[in-house]
């Protein structure tokens, strides 16, 4: 069994076909998530929004290697994962607009996006909430002798949480087949990861509990992939869970609307130039601008598609909120 | 008198605290440079510097935690949890310890702690950013809990929660941030367990907190055009609470509506009707009537939400039943 950090530098390469396939996906989220910022501040959606602009490698390199019978947690922060685990982007859409067609029948909202259909076991509003839930799923599989995995997703601020230790410890003495990513985008809300954690090396989490961790650059879709397939075999095969933490970057703010007064002066552009995974993607493929454009024009009319969907949908009556409060 | 935002009012007290007491420090997520999600902390950081106006890692157990420690110690730590559906978190620390070591230790400790909170629902947050969890810590002697519904209220029972030698859990409710009235340049302390009448009346007595304190004004407003002549009384002290004021007031009004955004079933309401009736049960001309939101968690969908939590059409039509009864 192994033990330690692997450090992937030098990842084999992917097939163009397969590349291109993460290519479509991190687009659509990209967009749709730059649709979701436009419909907020047109005052369509109510609530609270965290997009993932930045994010997408983690979310689609992850969820690519997982089965579709693998479960997941989210967190606030949603959308990408939902979509890289297969949720329609009609059916996420129609939840932000309310609808009963929503993947959580309205009852939800960005915070609270569910389908157990395709594995997701619900984007959660408390920091670290998900990740007790992710160890017991685990058991489940592994006390029924099934060769699922399940995958806890959350952020640098989530490693702070007394759930996160408790759950990364209870997982390991166990032996749970787990994998906790942790998408280090080095802030928790305004607060940089320096002022939060009195460390800089996530993985020595993991060494605390004698786990598995593998570190990643979040924004090399492809390393992204490798790695999770490295952890997610760990985990399947019996070998422990295990700890992966891909370093990316919120390429936005917090929350649809935040002034990011928090910071440094010129970063977010920096970021933007430098850290966006998507254009490092398109050039590692040389995609040429015929078929960006086909291919911008496909995501564009799926995401369009999709608020039409959620705008044509059903607003629940208002005595529906008296349903399913209890089973 | 300047006016000044609920918002306002809280910082400025936080702020003349940390002016005259070295003791008085706070913790808290992104209350530093982002000035806490609610803004309440906006400039304190440049004022008193991170030493004072600590931000901290998302870890509500050890906020409350530490805050319980330093105020042990003497000092007089407020604590900020962003949402109070996060206060979950704390609870130990707050229910178990801060509560408790007064009594534990037969009165050799005290732990002048204040935890201030913030929520309620109205903008589709969705399920866990939106209760009102008051009745929970209402629940747990030791405790003191506060829930100001105006600017000048938040002030000055801010500043006799921090110079309480008690834990008190300070609750903010969201929508009222913005709103506005004259508050008093000098700071002047609101003891703690002393109720407000917002407006006196005849025929009914609202009993109200938080939001609906606005709520149940504006009901009895309209009221007058019907005839229907409403007292209005805050208790703003939840615990301890001013039994007198409410006891008086039924007496003359004769019938009693209690109201707050928590769901009704459990709610502060309940204790405010039991209360009533052990010590006014002749006074009574009718039931007393609860109006809270439904029993159910905060739905997201805004059709639904506006459904399950308590409105203007609500009070008054609970107002209009009691009045009904001779
Ligand atoms: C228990 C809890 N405390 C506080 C919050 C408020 N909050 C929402 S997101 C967030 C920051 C989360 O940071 P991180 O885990 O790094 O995720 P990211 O937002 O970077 O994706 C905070 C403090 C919360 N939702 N839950």
Excluded at chain 2, 254 to 272: L, Q, W
Aim: aromatic share 6%; hydrophobic share 40%; net charge negative.
């Amino acid at each position: 069994m192994s033990r330690g950090v692997t450090k992937l530098e030098q990842p084999t390469r992917l097939s163009r076909e397969t590349l291109v396939s993460f290519l479509e996906e991190m687009l659509l989220i990209r967009r749709f998530e730059e649709k979701v910022e436009e419909r907020f501040r047109a005052g369509d959606l109510s609530g609270f929004l965290h997009v993932a602009l930045g994010q997408e490698a983690v979310a689609v390199g992850v969820c690519r290697t997982l089965e579709s019978d693998d479960v997941i947690a989210s967190t606030h922060r949603a959308h990408h994962h939902c979509l890289a685990k297969g949720m329609t982007p009609n059916a996420l859409m129609a939840e932000l607009y309310g609808k009963l067609e929503g993947c959580s029948r309205g009852y939800g909202g960005s915070m609270h996006l569910y389908d157990l259909a395709t594995g997701n076991l619900g984007a959660n509003a408390v920091v670290g909430g998900g990740l007790p839930g992710i160890v017991g799923a685990a058991l489940s599989f592994q006390l029924r002798g099934e060769p699922r995995i399940a995958v806890a997703f959350f952020g640098d601020g989530a490693t702070n949480t007394g759930a996160f230790h408790e759950s990364l410890n209870l997982a390991q003495l166990w032996s749970v087949p787990a994998v906790f990513v942790c998408e280090n985008n080095h802030y928790a809300e305004s607060t940089p990861s320096h002022q939060h954690m009195p460390i800089t090396d996530l993985s020595r989490r993991a060494e605390a509990f004698g786990m598995h961790c593998v570190v990643v650059d979040g924004q090399d879709i492809e390393a992204v992939y490798l790695a999770a397939t490295e952890a997610t075999a760990h985990a399947r095969a019996g070998n422990g869970p295990v700890f992966l933490v891909a370093n990316t970057y919120r390429l936005t703010g917090h929350y649809v609307g935040d002034p990011q007064v928090y910071r440094p002066k010129g970063e977010l552009r920096e970021l933007r130039e430098t850290q966006d995974p998507i254009p490092r993607l398109r050039e590692l493929l040389g995609v040429d601008e015929e078929s960006w454009s086909a291919l911008e024009a496909d995501v564009k009319a799926t995401v369009e598609a999709s608020v039409e969907f959620a705008k044509s949908g059903t607003d629940p009556r208002p005595e529906d909120a008296l349903l399913n409060v209890y089973a | 008198m300047p006016e000044t935002t609920y918002r306002e009012a809280v910082r400025d007290c936080l702020a003349a605290a940390m002016r005259q007491d070295p003791d008085v420090f706070l913790m808290g997520e992104d209350i530093a440079e982002m000035g806490g999600s609610m803004g309440v902390t906006h400039g304190l950081l440049e004022e008193f510097g991170k030493e004072r106006v600590r931000n901290t890692p998302i870890s509500e157990a050890a906020i409350a935690g530490a805050g319980v420690g330093a105020a042990i110690q003497g000092m007089r730590p407020v604590v900020e949890i962003m949402y109070q559906d996060f206060i979950t978190l704390s609870m130990e620390q707050i229910v178990l310890q801060a509560a408790k070591h007064r009594y534990m230790s037969g009165g050799q400790v005290s732990v002048p702690l204040t935890v201030r909170t913030q929520g309620g629902a109205g903008w589709s947050p969705g399920a866990q950013h939106a209760e009102q969890l008051e009745a929970w810590l209402c629940h747990v002697p030791g405790l003191k809990v506060v829930y100001p519904s105006t600017p000048e209220d938040a002030s000055g029972l801010l500043w006799s929660s921090i110079y309480d030698d008690n834990t008190v859990v300070f609750f903010e409710h969201r929508t009222l941030y913005p709103i506005k009235a004259n508050v008093p340049e000098a700071l002047s302390p609101i003891e703690l367990g002393k109720a407000r009448v917002h407006r006196e009346g005849s025929d009914v007595t609202i009993v109200a907190i938080g939001r609906l304190v606005h709520v149940a004004l504006q009901v009895a407003e309209q009221a007058t055009e019907e005839g229907i002549s409403v007292e209005v009384l805050d208790p703003r002290t939840l615990l301890p609470l001013d039994e007198d004021a409410i006891i008086n007031s039924v007496m003359k009004t004769n019938r009693c509506v209690v109201t707050h955004e928590a769901v009704t079933r459990m709610g502060f309401g309940a204790e405010i009707a039991a209360l009533v009736q052990e010590k006014a049960f002749d006074y009574l001309d009718a039931p007393i009537e609860r109006v809270g939101s439904k029993f159910t968690p905060i739905p997201f969908a805004p059709v639904m939400e506006q459904y399950v939590i308590p409105h203007e059409e609500d009070v008054m039509a609970a107002v209009k039943r009691t009045v009904a009864r001779i």
